[in-house]
């Protein structure tokens, strides 16, 4: 079957960094997507990785290895806006998204 | 980047009643688009594949006569929630994809949501 595990929720503080995992098995595979989502709006995508390594962009970083079936999101220099949940979504072989319940992230001042 | 464009961002309903949302790509053609529900607290769960001039595949539980998706045109498709009950309030966000580059680059757009209360 298909499934998607990352923790449930962490804290982090102001000005720190993060790291969320994910591990991941699928039915073939076509990507990894890591979005982000305030409560009570639509997800925003944040990164894709389609080949191993990590992918840079900001603040953001996403790491993929493929061989593993594991990912992670590193958020640096954290900010209080950045309390979401932060869902890791790979793609299988159909090009489908397959969620995951997603991580909540705290930001403590 | 590409901007997917869902209307009404909240909705309130009698029971009994019908409830259109709508769900354009503004800036690109989307020949799939997929639609989500999403409950409080829980993980996206895709109701359905909506493609372009073609019957939607439905995912498995989804009545596929309460939940009627049209994809008429590359850069519309709309949901309706059809004699809508309070069960079926919920989050409802749709979503479109654009493969590029033989899957290289892939990305996957959504739409704001809407917010779906049944009184």
């Known amino acids: 079957g298909q499934n998607i595990d990352q923790p449930t929720e962490m804290t982090a503080t102001e000005g720190a960094i993060v790291q969320i995992n994910c591990t991941y098995q699928?039915?073939?595979?076509?990507?990894l997507f890591w979005y982000q989502q305030h409560a009570g709006e639509a997800p925003t995508f944040l990164s894709y990785?389609?080949l191993d390594g990590l992918e840079e962009k900001g603040r953001f970083s996403s790491f993929l290895s493929r061989s593993k079936g594991y990912s992670y999101l590193l958020l640096k220099e954290l900010q209080m806006k950045d309390s979401a949940s932060y869902l890791c979504?790979?793609?299988?072989?159909?090009?489908?998204?397959?969620w995951g319940a997603g991580t909540k992230l705290i930001i403590k001042p | 980047g590409a901007v997917v464009s869902q209307h009404p961002s909240r909705v309130i309903c009698k029971s009994g009643t019908s409830v259109k949302i709508e769900c354009r790509s503004l800036?690109?053609?989307?020949?799939?688009m997929f639609w989500y529900r999403q409950f409080p607290k829980q993980s996206l769960m895709l109701m359905a594949t909506?493609?372009?001039?073609?019957?939607?595949?439905?995912e498995q539980g989804v009545e596929k006569d309460k939940f009627l998706i049209n994809h008429a045109s590359l850069t519309l498709s709309t949901l309706t929630v059809t004699s809508a009950h309070p069960e079926d309030s919920s989050f409802y966000i749709c979503?479109?994809?654009?493969?590029?580059?033989?899957?290289?680059?892939?990305?996957?757009?959504f739409g704001q949501g809407t917010r779906l209360t049944v009184v």
């Open positions: 979504a790979p793609m299988d072989s159909n090009y489908q998204l397959i």
């Open positions: 909506s493609n372009e001039g073609s019957k939607a595949t439905y």
């Open positions: 800036d690109f053609q989307a020949t799939t």
């Open positions: 979503s479109a994809r654009i493969i590029r580059d033989r899957g290289l680059n892939t990305e996957a757009f």
């Open positions: 699928t039915s073939g595979f076509n990507g």
């Open positions: 990785n389609v």
